[in-house]
């Protein structure tokens, strides 16, 4: 392999070389990640952090054994380091690597602008402007703006190679209203340029006055409005537990036929789209749930020759990790797309949660979850009462079953994986 390719084309090469030299079959991959923090703190003082992870990992497969093993770096070294690790660690194991005649893209490698600081400090100080000549009593308490690129290459013994290419810009916000607790927005998008600046902070102080002042509400089973920011974190831990879930279960699960959860690899919807999966196979659309039903889960391909299913659903947290099955690029789609007056008449009684207030709290063994939101309690399809913060409880099941009503106003957010949904009334979840 001595073509010129990005990225870390010294490290794969390399550990290539090191690797053709044992007679075992071998994948190589590379992953270089570059990105821009900007922070601006409530006094308008700016701090930039600029980060680059650069990484090699190799996995062997040879006589019954095999390994997997990466190290830090760019350059030959790091490359035959990996190599000889990953030979190391080799162990009984079935054979874990696709054969090469299923390997291949199902779309080009675009290349991603790298954030722009520039652009970055433009925005911060039109967004905190704004903040300061609305009057609205909140305050800008800190403002974070990511942007990232990543690009990746996976070659193979068999002279296969994929190139892959990744970007985005993620803006968020802590805000202090004039009462209640403070407040963390989170957007996300393919790039900053796809952002108002002065849009998103007035969507921000609006959303931060609504539920500032309340009596947390009695303990009840209640029907929820989730709006988008609160419904990606469950639709992400939703799609974690689907894929740990066993075959039986997921055959059994009842579901309503207004669930239609894809897993969007190669695009155009969602944020991230993707040539391949993290095992170099084409990306493919991997349905969830439709029509009633569970349908496909994630499969690496060592997964996939065990229980039947079809692979291309391998995901890589980072090069330090191997591939491993999960979502990349869910999307939520609404069959009837309803607007949000139409989804309060729906919900009726119940409770709309509009923010989330900290990270969702899974248990792996029951399905049950936990997160926290800002809430209105709504009756005869009106806001009624205000609470800062409540403690939405539940089950995955219930989650399945449960789905009412979708909006169309669907969001984009960056979080374990990239997720795309619109607000979502699910009965009978615990409230308190």
Same mark, same amino acid.
């Given at each position: 392999?001595?073509a010129?390719?990005?990225?870390?084309p010294?490290?794969?090469?390399?550990?290539?070389?090191?690797l053709a030299?044992?007679?075992v079959?071998?994948?190589?991959?590379a992953?270089?990640?570059e990105?821009?923090?900007l922070?601006r703190?409530?006094?308008?003082?700016?701090e930039?952090?600029?980060?680059r992870e650069?990484g090699v990992a190799?996995?062997?497969?040879?006589?019954g054994?095999?390994?997997?093993?990466?190290?830090?770096?760019?350059?030959a070294?790091?490359g035959?380091q990996?190599?000889?690790a990953?030979?190391?660690?080799?162990?009984?194991?079935?054979?874990?690597?696709? =054969?090469?005649?299923v390997?291949?893209s199902?779309?080009?490698?675009?290349?991603h602008a790298?954030a722009?600081?520039v652009?970055?400090?433009a925005?911060?100080?039109?967004?905190a402007?704004?903040?300061?000549?609305?009057?609205?009593?909140?305050?800008l308490v800190?403002l974070?703006l990511?942007?990232g690129?990543s690009?990746?290459a996976?070659?193979?013994g068999?002279? &296969?190679l994929?190139?892959?290419?990744?970007?985005?810009a993620?803006?968020e916000m802590?805000?202090?209203?004039p009462?209640?607790?403070?407040?963390?927005?989170?957007?996300a998008?393919?790039?900053l340029?796809e952002?108002?600046?002065?849009a998103?902070?007035r969507?921000?102080?609006?959303?931060s006055?609504?539920?500032t002042?309340?009596?947390a509400?009695?303990r009840?089973l209640?029907?929820?409005?989730?709006a988008?920011?609160?419904?990606?974190p469950?639709?992400v831990?939703?799609?974690?537990?689907?894929?740990?879930?066993?075959?039986?279960?997921?055959?059994?699960?009842?579901?309503?036929?207004?669930?239609?959860?894809?897993?969007e690899?190669?695009?155009?919807?969602?944020l991230?789209?993707?040539?391949w999966?993290?095992?170099g196979?084409?990306?493919?659309r991997?349905?969830?749930?439709?029509?009633g039903?569970l349908?496909?889960?994630f499969?690496t391909w060592?997964?996939?020759?065990?229980?039947g299913?079809? =692979?291309?659903?391998a995901?890589?947290?980072?090069?330090?990790h191997?591939?491993? =099955?999960g979502p990349?690029?869910?999307?939520?789609?609404?069959?009837?797309?309803?607007?949000?007056?139409e989804?309060?008449a729906?919900l009726?009684?119940?409770?709309?949660l509009?923010?989330?207030a900290?990270?969702?709290?899974?248990?792996?063994?029951?399905?049950? &979850?936990?997160?926290r939101?800002?809430a209105?309690?709504?009756?005869?399809?009106?806001p009624a009462?205000?609470?800062?913060l409540?403690d939405?409880?539940g089950?995955?099941r219930?989650l399945?079953?449960?789905?009412?009503g979708?909006?169309?106003?669907?969001?984009?957010?960056?979080?374990?994986s990239?997720?795309?949904?619109?607000?979502?009334?699910?009965?009978?979840?615990?409230i308190?």
């Amino acid at each position: 392999m001595t073509a010129d390719f990005d990225p870390l084309p010294a490290a794969i090469h390399s550990a290539s070389e090191e690797l053709a030299r044992r007679g075992v079959r071998f994948e190589v991959f590379a992953r270089l990640g570059e990105s821009v923090h900007l922070v601006r703190d409530q006094d308008g003082a700016l701090e930039r952090r600029e980060s680059r992870e650069v990484g090699v990992a190799c996995r062997v497969s040879g006589d019954g054994r095999a390994g997997f093993a990466a190290a830090a770096g760019g350059g030959a070294r790091a490359g035959r380091q990996a190599a000889l690790a990953a030979l190391d660690a080799m162990l009984p194991s079935p054979d874990p690597l696709p =054969p090469e005649a299923v390997l291949g893209s199902s779309g080009s490698a675009l290349a991603h602008a790298p954030a722009d600081p520039v652009q970055q400090e433009a925005f911060a100080q039109v967004l905190a402007s704004t903040f300061e000549t609305t009057g609205s009593g909140s305050t800008l308490v800190q403002l974070r703006l990511l942007g990232g690129t990543s690009s990746a290459a996976l070659a193979t013994g068999k002279g &296969f190679l994929a190139r892959a290419a990744a970007g985005g810009a993620a803006v968020e916000m802590l805000l202090a209203p004039p009462a209640g607790p403070w407040r963390h927005f989170h957007f996300a998008a393919a790039a900053l340029s796809e952002f108002d600046p002065e849009a998103l902070a007035r969507r921000a102080i609006e959303a931060s006055l609504l539920a500032t002042e309340g009596a947390a509400p009695e303990r009840q089973l209640a029907d929820v409005l989730l709006a988008p920011a609160v419904a990606a974190p469950i639709v992400v831990a939703l799609a974690q537990h689907l894929a740990r879930e066993a075959t039986g279960d997921h055959d059994r699960a009842r579901v309503s036929k207004l669930w239609n959860l894809v897993d969007e690899r190669p695009g155009p919807a969602g944020l991230l789209a993707l040539p391949w999966d993290g095992e170099g196979l084409p990306a493919r659309r991997i349905v969830l749930a439709s029509g009633g039903r569970l349908r496909e889960r994630f499969a690496t391909w060592e997964r996939a020759q065990r229980t039947g299913e079809q =692979p291309g659903g391998a995901v890589r947290p980072s090069y330090r990790h191997p591939p491993v =099955p999960g979502p990349a690029n869910l999307v939520v789609f609404s069959l009837t797309a309803l607007r949000q007056p139409e989804l309060l008449a729906l919900l009726e009684n119940g409770f709309y949660l509009a923010l989330p207030a900290g990270a969702m709290r899974v248990e792996q063994a029951t399905g049950r &979850f936990a997160l926290r939101a800002a809430a209105v309690e709504v009756r005869n399809g009106k806001p009624a009462a205000a609470h800062p913060l409540v403690d939405l409880r539940g089950s995955f099941r219930r989650l399945l079953s449960g789905l009412a009503g979708t909006g169309g106003d669907a969001e984009s957010f960056s979080l374990a994986s990239a997720v795309t949904t619109p607000s979502l009334l699910i009965r009978h979840l615990e409230i308190a």
